[in-house]
């Protein structure tokens, strides 16, 4: 079954290769390369990397759900939300977006963060999911709360894309 998702502004949809180069434009801007650097990557490695998320659509034991966030007036894509297992957290299941900045501060991550965790707390095999945030980050943090989730702590994550363990803010949501 098709992952789809609607919200009050958004349709949160599958993924299609053809969404590499709006998706690649988005995640190589430097207000999301700060908090998510390993997204930087060629045209062909993002074609790649969307090909496997579709074939993850299929086999819901990976926990990966990729969303394109797209403006449901005109269908154009702002962002990414998604879910995976996260091997530097105990292999617990993570919630993760980003958002073009020129659509920031404005609710609309919040708003998809909020409905891909409802929709994964309901179709996956899971009891809860995580989220984290660095402590600088204050925007990823009003996401999270704001879709449900509890702060728990602070734990050193290894990062994907970093290359030392550093602080990150723990968050929580159960089913």
Known sequence: MPHELMT?????????????????????QPYVLKWMPDWEMPLADMEGLIAWYCDCYAKPETMR??????????????????????????????????????FSARGYTSEAARA????????????????????????????????????????LILNSGEHEEKPFLYYRRNR
């Open 116 to 155: 891909l965790a409802d929709h994964a707390l309901q179709t996956l095999a899971i009891d809860h999911l995580i989220g984290i945030a660095e402590p600088d980050n204050p925007g990823s943090q009003k996401v999270l709360a704001r879709a449900g989730f509890t702060q728990e702590g602070t734990r």
């Open 65 to 102: 759900i990729m969303l394109a966030m797209t403006l449901k007036d005109s269908g154009k894509m702002i962002g990414l939300v998604g879910t995976g297992r996260k091997p530097e957290v105990d292999d617990d299941v993570e919630i993760m977006y980003y958002i073009d900045e020129a």
């Open 8 to 28: 009050d502004r958004l349709v949160l949809r599958e993924l299609t290769v053809a969404d590499a180069p709006a998706l690649r434009q988005i995640c190589t």
